[in-house]
Nanobody, 124 residues
C-alpha cells in the first residue's frame, strides 16, 4: 500500500518556524516530483512548493525567501522548512507525489499520491 504521511505541523506565533516532513512508503519515490500544497477553510487547494527528481525547485510567490523544500531520496522523504511564518500561512498542508508533472507542476491534478495533511496554525 502506497502512503504519504505528513508530520511537523502545529501552532506557532507569527515570525516563528516549523519543519514539515513527508514520509513515503510502499514504493520508491526517487523518480517522482514531491510537492507541498495547502488548503485553508473555504479556499481551494493551493500550490506551495515542489521539487523534481532532477532537483529543479519551484515555489509560489508568497513563500519565496521564507520556505525551503528539500528531499532525501534514500529515505523516501520530503521536507518543507517554513520560516518567518505569517497568519495567512495558516492551512492544512498536504504532501503529494507525481510521476508526470512536466508543465503542470503546480496543478494538483498532476499528482498521483496524497497524504492526509498536517495542520499549521500561525497566530498573530
Amino acid at each position: 500500500q502506497v502512503q504519504l504521511v505528513e508530520s511537523g505541523g502545529g501552532l506557532v506565533q507569527a515570525g516563528g518556524s516549523l519543519r514539515l516532513s513527508c514520509a513515503g512508503s510502499g514504493r520508491d519515490f526517487s523518480g517522482y516530483t514531491m510537492g507541498w500544497f495547502r488548503q485553508a477553510p473555504g479556499k481551494e487547494r493551493e500550490f506551495v512548493a515542489a521539487i523534481r527528481w532532477s532537483g529543479i525547485i519551484s515555489y509560489t510567490d508568497s513563500v519565496k525567501g521564507r520556505f525551503t523544500i528539500s528531499s532525501n531520496n534514500a529515505e523516501n522523504t520530503a521536507y518543507l522548512q517554513m520560516n518567518s511564518l505569517k497568519p495567512e500561512d495558516t492551512a492544512v498542508y498536504l504532501c503529494a507525489a507525481g510521476g508526470n508533472t512536466q508543465g503542470v507542476l503546480r496543478n494538483p491534478r498532476a499528482y498521483d499520491y496524497w497524504g492526509q495533511g498536517t495542520q499549521v496554525t500561525v497566530s498573530s
